[in-house]
């Protein structure tokens, strides 16, 4: 999982207008940062470290807390194991509930304890942020301007109306 932040320059100021205009600043904010996420989200798709490619490997959660949007971009619950391939891991026992049985170098070994070696990290999330994110913060102001010009001609029409 990828945790960056984005602050708007002039945030304030943009926060304002979108008050004064009457936009719900959150759901501005939100559509915004998604836009920028599936920028990210793609790029990370591109580089994801498994062999089958018809399945997804990231997915995005949003959250909001006042004016501060948060958007994730994570692997799916179907491939958590690529955040272990993205951080690695240290050697470690793997203990079983069961008898493990497998073939050895001198014949069948039976155990409920192994050693595991650990995994180099090989980062694919990382890279694809730092690849995409110029385009993302350009589809957040695309979108924010967006929604502004959006709100600015329905003001308009209504007046003329």
Do not use: N
């Not at 050895?104 to 090989?122: E, F, K, N, Y």
């Not at 301007?145 to 959006?150: G, S, V």
């Amino acid at each position: 999982m990828i945790e960056a932040q984005i602050k708007i320059e002039g945030g304030e100021q943009l926060l304002a207008e979108m008050r004064a205009l009457g936009i719900r600043a959150s759901g501005a904010l939100r559509a915004g940062m998604r836009a920028g996420a599936s920028i990210i989200q793609q790029a990370a798709e591109q580089r994801a470290p498994y062999r089958r490619r018809p399945r997804k490997a990231t997915r995005t959660r949003a959250s909001t807390k006042r004016d501060v949007v948060t958007v994730r971009v994570m692997p799916t619950r179907r491939r958590w194991y690529l955040r272990l391939v993205e951080t690695g891991t240290k050697p470690h026992l793997i203990r079983a509930r069961r008898l493990v049985v497998f073939e050895g170098r001198s014949g069948l070994i039976a155990t409920r304890v192994v050693r595991h070696p650990g995994a180099r990290p090989r980062p694919w999330l990382r890279p694809a942020f730092d690849a995409a994110r110029d385009q993302a913060v350009v589809a957040i102001s695309r979108r924010l301007r967006e929604f502004i010009e959006q709100k600015r001609r329905q003001i308009v029409e209504e007046g003329d109306a």
